[in-house]
């Protein structure tokens, strides 16, 4: 699983918080010094790019299993026309050396940056050993919670993988023990198909104060997604050339009552993406309003839909996967 910080930056203020959460996130996680280091100046000018050039914006720090680390830093200002250009060093706009982005592109494996005009910027910038590029996730507690009752996890096979995402009811501790209790439990019968998780799921969860849960199945042989849901986890799949197929899940609440639970197929799936998210954020957005967004890294398009579209007063977690390429 992942841990994840999210900073907003309205003030030169927030960039010295920013740069000390994502120290502290390090530390906690066992990262060394020198990658700590790095880290640092990365998170300092993504922040200060953020107030230069965004009018303002967050930056979202995730640790992940591999030990790396991967810097977001998001925003709604007025976009960059040429991306290539604004990533060489000596390039400014502000009237500044404009090193910004030169010296994150330095200190990191990879960077990942996208613009729109009138819409805002999304930067990634990753660090240390390499993750799986064709899943990324966040997962951010309500404001003001150290709790977060959201939680997702996913198991990669021969076949295809096998994702889920869990929103324990309410918020704060409660909340997360449900949402954890969910993990352990899908990582017990992982192997199972969706339908079978989700009655185990439902089963688990009765101790607990219940939750919403929804599992899907890309099935790499037969190009299909297979998907169970119970409550208001939302789930999508993009398609590779347009497009959007919202995923069925039934009423009710895993742990409590479940009337029905029906796996629903999804067939041509290749190349797509599919996005589960909590109810942190809404169902509302659209891909189209993002050129190019669909191509990117998920993680990337994970950060740009919690960005522009997270509800600000609740639990979020939002997992997108690439199926099956070509």
């Not at 190019?292 to 740009?304: F, N």
Request: charged content about 20%; some cysteine; aromatic content about 4%.
């Amino acid at each position: 699983m992942t841990t994840t910080v999210d900073v907003r930056v309205a003030d030169a203020s927030q960039v010295a918080e920013a740069r000390r959460r994502a120290a502290a996130l390090a530390d906690t996680a066992g990262v060394d010094a020198a990658l700590q280091g790095r880290l640092a100046l990365v998170v300092t000018e993504l922040a200060t790019n953020l107030l230069k050039h965004g009018g303002g914006g967050r930056i979202v720090v995730v640790v992940g299993e591999h030990t790396g680390i991967d810097v977001l830093a998001l925003d709604s200002g007025p976009g960059m026309d040429d991306v290539g250009a604004c990533m060489a060093d000596g390039y400014s706009t502000a009237g500044t050396p404009g090193n910004g982005l030169g010296a994150v592109r330095r200190q990191c494996e990879h960077v990942h940056v996208l613009s729109w005009r009138g819409v805002g910027t999304a930067v990634l910038a990753r660090l240390g050993a390499g993750g799986d590029d064709t899943i990324g996730a966040l997962v951010v507690p309500m404001p003001g919670e150290e709790f977060c009752g959201d939680a997702w996890s996913a198991h990669a096979d021969a076949g295809g993988r096998t994702v889920l995402v869990v929103d324990g009811l309410g918020h704060g501790p409660e909340a997360a023990t449900a949402a954890q209790a969910a993990v352990r439990e899908f990582q017990r019968c992982r192997a199972e198909p969706p339908q079978a998780i989700v009655e185990a799921l439902h089963q688990a969860l009765r101790p607990t104060r219940g939750g919403a849960v929804a599992v899907a199945r890309i099935d790499d042989a037969s190009d299909t997604v297979s998907y169970a849901g119970v409550g208001n986890i939302a789930a999508a799949l993009a398609g590779a050339g347009g497009g959007l197929r919202r995923l069925v899940s039934h009423n009710g609440t895993a742990g409590l009552n479940a009337r029905r639970i029906q796996a629903f197929e999804y067939p041509g799936a290749r190349n797509g993406l599919l996005v589960m998210h909590s109810d942190g954020i809404s169902a509302s957005w659209s891909l189209d309003r993002y050129p190019g967004l669909a191509r990117a890294h998920p993680l990337l398009v994970a950060g740009v839909l919690y960005h522009h579209h997270s509800r600000g007063r609740d639990d979020a977690a939002i997992v997108v996967t690439r199926c099956i390429t070509s």
